[in-house]
Nanobody, 119 residues
Framework: QVQLVESGGGLVQAGGSLRLSCTASGSIFSISAINVMGWYRQAPGKQRELVAT???????NQADAVKGRFTISRGNVKNTVYLQMNSLKPEDTAVYYC??????????WGKGTLVTVSS
């Protein structure tokens, strides 16, 4: 089992920046099995959508809506991932969820952190 805890959400004005963090915990075996970590978001009344992912090897994938504004990165330890969000827009308002996927494609989710961007 893997537990994911997000932090860093909050209220920011349009054009501002926030940095989200996610830390995975669990057994050494579980952590070592993580292949991809990433961020998804869900705005009110909308489906959850991909924001960005990063693999163990460092390969990243980002949604078109955030390219050039958001950057995903991993910490020095395998179980931490960050999302640097710049030039935030009101349409970025959502609950942001951390996700981890193992080599067997078992998905794990955090409880989410709310990001609110005011106009």
């Amino acid at each position: 089992q893997v537990q994911l805890v997000e932090s860093g959400g909050g209220l920011v004005q349009a054009g501002g920046s926030l940095r989200l963090s996610c830390t995975a915990s669990g057994s050494i075996f579980s952590i070592s099995a993580i292949n991809v970590m990433g961020w998804y978001r869900q705005a009110p009344g909308k489906q959850r959508e991909l924001v960005a992912t990063i693999s163990v090897g460092g390969t990243t994938n980002q949604a078109d809506a955030v390219k050039g504004r958001f950057t995903i990165s991993r910490g020095n330890v395998k179980n931490t991932v960050y999302l640097q969000m710049n030039s935030l827009k009101p349409e970025d308002t959502a609950v942001y969820y951390c996700n981890a996927e193992t080599l067997r494609r078992d998905p794990y989710w955090g409880k989410g952190t709310l990001v609110t961007v005011s106009s």
